[in-house]
C-alpha cells in the first residue's frame, strides 16, 4: 500500500469514523454482559450462558490475522465496511434471537465482523498519520475506550430496562452506518490493478488451528478440565494443522502470516511481550472482581467497579506514554511499564480479605498505567517497523497475539485457582476439630460460587464462610503471582527493543493539506484537537540503537 496523501478535511473525517467504529467495538465488550441476566430470563439455556461471550471470543479472536492480510491486498476502506456490515448483520440477528442457541450463532457471526474494527482502525491510522501524529492523537482514542467502558454499563442497563433487552444489540446499528459513511466518503486508496493471490490453504489451517485451540482453552477453567481427553485432543489437533500451516506459509506467494515478519527485531520483541502482557492483563480483568466478591463481600456492582481505575489509568497513561515515548524511545517506555505491571502484581499477591480498599484502588491504578504504557508503545513500534505493504498484517499480529495471550492467560490461572482452592479446602477439612468434611470441601471446590452468591452466602455458618475466603484468599495469591511472573518476562525481553524511533522504511512526511481543502467553519463537524494536528511534523532521526 502507497503512502495516502489526504487534505486535512479528509483525514478528520477518516478519523472521526475510524473512532466511530473503534467506540462500537469497546461498547460491545461492556454493554451485553449488563443485559444478560435479562436475557437468560427471556430466552432460557443458563447452561449455555458462557457461549454468548465464547462464540464471540472464537470468531472474533480466529478473523484477526485473515483481516489484516486481506487488508493489505485489496485495501483498508472495502475490508473495514465490510467487517463492520458483517458485524451490524450479526447485531441485528442477535436483537431478533428467539432462542438460546441463535444467539449463541449470531454471536458468532457478530464476531466475524468484530476481528476487523479494531486491528483496521489502528492500520487506517497508521496508513494516513506519520509517528508523530499517531502518538499525539492517543489522547482521543484512548478517550473512545474510556468512555465506552464507563457508559456501556450504563447504557445496557437504561436500554434492558426502558426499552428491551434486544436493543442493546440494535444501538450498534446508527454507529456502524456513520462510520460506514465517514469511511466511505474520504478514504481514498489508489485502485490495485493487479490480481492478488488468496493463500486459501492457509487461512484455512490457521483458522482450524485457533479454533481448535480456543475451544480447548474456553471450556479449561479448572485442571481437570485442561486435561481432559477431549481437551487433550483438541490441543492435539491444534498442534497438528499448525505444523500444516507453517509449512503451507513457507510455500505460499501471499501467505496469510509471513513468517519474514519475525526476522524484524521490533516485531518479534512487540508480538511476543504483547502475548505476555495479554497473560497479566486479562488475569486482572477475570480474576480481580471475583477477589473482592469472594474474600472481601462485595456485590457484583461494587466488583465490575473497581476496574474503573484501571481504566481511567490506562487511559491517562495511553495518552502519556505516547508523548513520552517520542522523547524517550520504545524500550524506556514499554520498560517503565512493565515494571509497574510486575510490581502492581506482586502486591496483589499479599493481598487478603483485610486489605485496605484503598491499597486495592492503588494497585488496580498501577496496573492500568503498565497497560497504558505497553500496549499503545509496542503498538506504534510495529507499525513503525514494517513498509505499508504489510501494514494490515503486523497490525493484526500485534493485536491477535494480545489475544490468544489473554485466552492462554485465563485459562492458565484458571486452572491455578481450581487447583489452590481444592488444596487448602483439603487441608483444612483434614485438620484435628475441622468446620467442613472432606465431602463438603470438594463441593465447594468444585462450586466455588457459593462465595459469591448471597444465599449461598447467608446459608453459611460465619466459620465456614471466613474458612472459604481464606481458601479464595489464598489460592488467588497464586494465580496473581502467574500474572507477576508473566509481566517480569515481558520485562526482560523488551529490553531488546531499540532505544530511538526511527522512521518506517517508507513513510515520508504528510504533505500540506491545499487551501482549498481546509475545512470551513460550517464544516468543523469532528473533534476540535485534531485540528492541532501539525501534518508537517517530520520524523525522528533515525538511532535504531
Not at 115 to 133: K, N, R
Not at 466 to 476: E, K, R, V
Not at 495 to 508: A, E, G, M, V
Request: positive net charge.
Amino acid at each position: 500500500m502507497p503512502n495516502l496523501e489526504l487534505s486535512r478535511k479528509q483525514r478528520m473525517i477518516v478519523t472521526a469514523g475510524v473512532m466511530m467504529g473503534m467506540f462500537l467495538a469497546a461498547l460491545e465488550a461492556t454493554v451485553v454482559g449488563t443485559a444478560m441476566p435479562t436475557v437468560i430470563a427471556a430466552l432460557g439455556g443458563l447452561q449455555h450462558y458462557s457461549w454468548v461471550f465464547s462464540a464471540y471470543l472464537l470468531t472474533s479472536t480466529v478473523t484477526v490475522p485473515i483481516w489484516g492480510k486481506l487488508s493489505d491486498l485489496y485495501g483498508r476502506r472495502p475490508l473495514y465496511q465490510i467487517g463492520i456490515a458483517i458485524f451490524l448483520a450479526g447485531s441485528i440477528l442477535s436483537g431478533i434471537s428467539t432462542s438460546m442457541f441463535q444467539l449463541i450463532a449470531f454471536r458468532a457471526i457478530q464476531g466475524l465482523g468484530a476481528g476487523a474494527l479494531v486491528p483496521l482502525a489502528m492500520t487506517i491510522v497508521g496508513d494516513i498519520y506519520t509517528l508523530q501524529e499517531r502518538a499525539r492523537m492517543q489522547a482521543l482514542f484512548s478517550g473512545v475506550w474510556g468512555l465506552a467502558s464507563i457508559v456501556g454499563p450504563i447504557i445496557g442497563g437504561f436500554l434492558t430496562d426502558q426499552l428491551s433487552w434486544r436493543w442493546v444489540f440494535f444501538i450498534n446499528i446508527p454507529f456502524g452506518t456513520l462510520s460506514v459513511l465517514l469511511i466511505g466518503s474520504s478514504l481514498k486508496e489508489p485502485k490495485l490493478h493487479q490480481h492478488p493471490e488468496i493463500d486459501y490453504a492457509g487461512a484455512i489451517t490457521l483458522t482450524l488451528a485457533i479454533v481448535l485451540l480456543m475451544l480447548a482453552l474456553v471450556n479449561s477453567g479448572t485442571l481437570t478440565a485442561l486435561f481432559t481427553l477431549r481437551n487433550l485432543l483438541l490441543l492435539c489437533g491444534a498442534v497438528i494443522f499448525t505444523i500444516l500451516f507453517i509449512r503451507i506459509e513457507r510455500k505460499a506467494k501471499e501467505p496469510i502470516l509471513p513468517f519474514s515478519l519475525f526476522q524484524n527485531q521490533v516485531v518479534k520483541i512487540s508480538v511476543l511481550a504483547g502475548f505476555l502482557i495479554g497473560i497479566a492483563m486479562f488475569g486482572a480483568i477475570s480474576f480481580i472482581p471475583l477477589y473482592a466478591q469472594g474474600t472481601r463481600g462485595a456485590t457484583a456492582t461494587e466488583a465490575g467497579s473497581l476496574l474503573t481505575p484501571l481504566m481511567l489509568s490506562w487511559v491517562t497513561l495511553s495518552v502519556i506514554g505516547g508523548r513520552i515515548l517520542l522523547r524517550t524511545g520504545y524500550r524506556p517506555t514499554v520498560i517503565v511499564g512493565c515494571v509497574f505491571l510486575t510490581g502492581a502484581f506482586a502486591w496483589l499477591s499479599t493481598f487478603n480479605s483485610n486489605t485496605s480498599k484503598l491499597f486495592l484502588y492503588l494497585d488496580l491504578v498501577l496496573i492500568g498505567a503498565g497497560l497504558g504504557l505497553t500496549m499503545l508503545t509496542l503498538l506504534i513500534a510495529v507499525q513503525q517497523a514494517v513498509p505499508r505493504q504489510i501494514l494490515g498484517t503486523a497490525t493484526s499480529l500485534n493485536q491477535f497475539s494480545r489475544s490468544i495471550g489473554g485466552a492462554v492467560g485465563v485459562a492458565i490461572m484458571g486452572a491455578f485457582l481450581s487447583a489452590g482452592l481444592t488444596s487448602n479446602l483439603h487441608k483444612a477439612a483434614a485438620r484435628p476439630m475441622a468446620i467442613i468434611t472432606p465431602q463438603q470441601a470438594e463441593q465447594l471446590a468444585a462450586n466455588p460460587n457459593a462465595l459469591i452468591d448471597p444465599t449461598s452466602r447467608a446459608a453459611m455458618s460465619a466459620d465456614q464462610l471466613h474458612l472459604l475466603q481464606s481458601a479464595l484468599s489464598t489460592a488467588l495469591r497464586n494465580v496473581f503471582l502467574v500474572g507477576m511472573i508473566m509481566s517480569a518476562i515481558a520485562l526482560f525481553i523488551v529490553f531488546r527493543l531499540p532505544q530511538k524511533i526511527s522512521s518506517r522504511p517508507d513513510q515520508t512526511p504528510m504533505p500540506p493539506p491545499p487551501k482549498a481543502c481546509e475545512a470551513k467553519s460550517g464544516e468543523r463537524m469532528v473533534i476540535a484537537e485534531l485540528a492541532t494536528i501539525d501534518p508537517d511534523h517530520e520524523p525522528a532521526a533515525v538511532d535504531e540503537d
